[in-house]
C-alpha cells in the first residue's frame, strides 16, 4: 500500500497550510475530511450566483506582512472594510464605537464634546469601583463607555449572543471591542484586510493543488483511524476530547445557527453586516453576503441577494462546534487533554478545534508558517 508522510485530518485552514506548506516540502500528504467539501469553516457556497459564508461571515486580517504576502501569493484579495452598522429598535449606528456612534447617540461633534459626554456617563460606575477593576462586562462596558451606548448597543446583543446576564460574563469578553475618538467605522485595527476574489473556496483550492484529498470521509469511522498503516505522522485538526474519546468528560461549546434565504431584491440591507442589538429581535445579526464581494452599484447586476440572520445559542452533540467555552470546568479539563496530546508521539494537533482555542484565519496561518515541518 502506498505510504504517506502525512495523513491530515482536516481540511480547514490549518490542514490545509500544512499540507500546502509540507507538500511544498517534498512531503507526501494525504487529507480526509468528514464533511463533504473541504475548507472546513470558511467554505462558501454559491447561491444565486452569490458567495454565502456557509458558516458565519468570514473577514480576513491581519498586521502580519508575512500572512498577508502568503495568502496574496495564493489569491488575490479584494478591498472589503468590516464596517458594520448597529440597528437598537429601528434607530442605526456605526461601529465599532467611534465619533459617528457619539454623534448619533448624543449629537456631539467634537473629540471633546464626545470625551466629556462619556466622561458624565461613567462618572457614576467608576464612582461606585471606587479604584477597583471591574469584576464582570457590565462594569467593564459601563467604565468604558457609559450608560446610554450600554444599554442601547450591549446589554442586550451580549445576553442574546452569550445566553448570560452581562454581570455573570467575564469583563475581558468587550476588552476587544475598540472604543475611538475619531470619525473611523472600520471594525478592525489591522493594517490588512478583505475577501478572497471570487471567495475562500480560491484560497483553499489553491492551498490544496497537488494534494490528496477525500471528502465524506469520518476518520473515527474509517479505516485511516489505524492511521500508522497510512502514513508516518498524523496532524490531527479535529475536536480535542474527541480523539481521546471522551476520556475526561466532554468539552463545552457555544454554537451559532444560520437561517439562510434568497430574497428577491438587489439590495436588502446596504451592508455586509447588521447587528441586532436590542432583545426585540431573536436573531443577533443579519449578513447580506453579496456585500462581501461587490461594492457600490455593481450590487444590482445581481437582482437577488442572500441573506443569513444568525442565532445564537447552546451547543448540543451533533450542532456545529464554534466557540469555546472559557470557563474554569472547560479550561481545566482542555489542559488535561493538551498534557495527553503533548505525549502523543508523531501526532500534530492544530487548529482551534483540536487545541480548544478561539482563532481567527490569520493565526491559524501564521502558527503553520512558523512550524518546522519534519
Ligand atoms: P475548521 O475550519 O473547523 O476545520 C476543521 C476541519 O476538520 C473541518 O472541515 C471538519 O469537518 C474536519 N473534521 C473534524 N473532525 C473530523 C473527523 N473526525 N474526520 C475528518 N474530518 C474532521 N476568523 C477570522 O479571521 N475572521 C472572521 O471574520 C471569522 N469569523 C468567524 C465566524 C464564526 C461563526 C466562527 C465559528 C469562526 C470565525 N473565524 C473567523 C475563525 C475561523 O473560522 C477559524 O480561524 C478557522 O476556521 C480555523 O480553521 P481550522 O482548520 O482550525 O478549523
Ligand atoms: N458586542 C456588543 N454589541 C455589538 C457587537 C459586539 O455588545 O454590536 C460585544 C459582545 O459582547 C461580543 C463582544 O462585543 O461578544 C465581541 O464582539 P466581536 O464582534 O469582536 O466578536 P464576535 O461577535 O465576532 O465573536
Not at 498577508?68 to 429601528?90: H, Q, S
Not at 466622561?119 to 462586562?137: C, F, I, K, W, Y
Not at 475536536?239 to 434565504?261: E, H, I, N
Request: glycine share 6%.
Amino acid at each position: 500500500m502506498e505510504k504517506y508522510d502525512y495523513l491530515i485530518v482536516g481540511s480547514g485552514l490549518f490542514g490545509s497550510t500544512f499540507a500546502h506548506q509540507a507538500t511544498a516540502k517534498g512531503r507526501r500528504c494525504l487529507v480526509i475530511d468528514k464533511r463533504s467539501h473541504t475548507g472546513g469553516n470558511i467554505y462558501c457556497e454559491d447561491i444565486s450566483g452569490i458567495n454565502v459564508h456557509k458558516y458565519g461571515a468570514h473577514i480576513f486580517h491581519t498586521n502580519s506582512k508575512e500572512v498577508w504576502e502568503f495568502v496574496n501569493g495564493l489569491v488575490d484579495f479584494n478591498r472589503y472594510t468590516n464596517c458594520p452598522i448597529a440597528n437598537y429598535n429601528g434607530k442605526l449606528f456605526n461601529l465599532p464605537f467611534n465619533m459617528n456612534t457619539y454623534h448619533q447617540m448624543w449629537g456631539v461633534r467634537t473629540p471633546l464634546e464626545a470625551q466629556s459626554k462619556i466622561d458624565e456617563q461613567r462618572a457614576e460606575v467608576l464612582a461606585m469601583l471606587d479604584g477597583h477593576t471591574p469584576s464582570n462586562l457590565e462594569e467593564q462596558a459601563l467604565s468604558l463607555v457609559g450608560r446610554d451606548i450600554y444599554r442601547c448597543l450591549i446589554k442586550e446583543y451580549t445576553e442574546k449572543q452569550w445566553g448570560r446576564k452581562c454581570t455573570d460574563l467575564p469583563a475581558f469578553i468587550i476588552k476587544r471591542l475598540p472604543v475611538r475618538m475619531v470619525y473611523d467605522n472600520n471594525y478592525f485595527n489591522d493594517r490588512y484586510q478583505g475577501i478572497p476574489i471570487g471567495g475562500y473556496n480560491r484560497l483553499t483550492e489553491a492551498l490544496l493543488k497537488g494534494v490528496d484529498v477525500h471528502t465524506d470521509t469520518d476518520f473515527f469511522l474509517s479505516p485511516y483511524h489505524e492511521w500508522r498503516n497510512f502514513a508516518q505522522r498524523l496532524v490531527y485538526t479535529g475536536p480535542l476530547d474527541q480523539y481521546f474519546d471522551y476520556s475526561l468528560g466532554r468539552l463545552d461549546w457555544r454554537t451559532v445557527y444560520f437561517r439562510t434565504r434568497v430574497v428577491d431584491t438587489p439590495n436588502f440591507q446596504g451592508n455586509a453586516v447588521v447587528n441586532y442589538t436590542s432583545c426585540q429581535q431573536p436573531y443577533t445579526r443579519i449578513i447580506e453576503h453579496k456585500h462581501f464581494e461587490t461594492f457600490g452599484n455593481d450590487v444590482y447586476k445581481n437582482p437577488q441577494t442572500v441573506v443569513s440572520e444568525e442565532y445564537s445559542t447552546e451547543y448540543k452533540p451533533g450542532m456545529e462546534q464554534y466557540y469555546p467555552v472559557n470557563d474554569d470546568k472547560n479550561n481545566s479539563m482542555a489542559e488535561q487533554y493538551r498534557a495527553m496530546a503533548a505525549s502523543e508521539p508523531d501526532v500534530i494537533f492544530g487548529g482551534r478545534l483540536a487545541q480548544y482555542r478561539y482563532y481567527d484565519m490569520a493565526p491559524v496561518i501564521e502558527e503553520v508558517l512558523k512550524m518546522s515541518i519534519p
